[in-house]
Nanobody, 124 residues
């Protein structure tokens, strides 16, 4: 069974750093597109970043602050978040596009497998 599980979320101060991890189970992790999305209370879910064999994309709101690192041997994708702001507070969820038919990485409908999410809270 294909699954993705996130961890790493916690309380951090403004300007701080946090690393989230998304671990995949199942075969062919290296071929999946993996994306991170976030949702704050009262807000719509929004795209954060995604990576595939073809490209890596970031939302404008996190460019220059967030970086993706992929370790296919460990079936893991890391989201390094620097210079965190209060508006980064949200539940962060990773998702996997298994069949690879998706067009835009920012489109949540292309992802077939979703994790449970991990809470990131940025305090001032």
């Amino acid at each position: 069974q294909v699954r993705v599980v996130e961890d790493g979320g916690e309380l951090v101060k403004v300007g701080g750093f946090l690393r989230l991890r998304c671990v995949g189970t199942g075969n062919a992790f290296s071929s999946w597109r993996i994306g991170w999305f976030r949702q704050a209370p009262g807000n719509e879910r929004e795209f954060v970043a995604a990576t595939s064999s073809a490209s890596t994309d970031y939302a404008d709101s996190v460019k220059g602050r967030f970086t993706l690192h992929r370790d296919n041997v460990k079936a893991s994708l890391f989201l390094d978040m620097s210079n965190l702001k209060p508006e980064d507070t949200a539940v962060y969820t990773c998702a996997a596009d298994i069949d690879g038919y998706g067009d835009r990485s920012s489109d949540p409908t292309i992802y077939e497998v979703w994790g449970q999410g991990t809470q990131v809270t940025v305090s001032s």
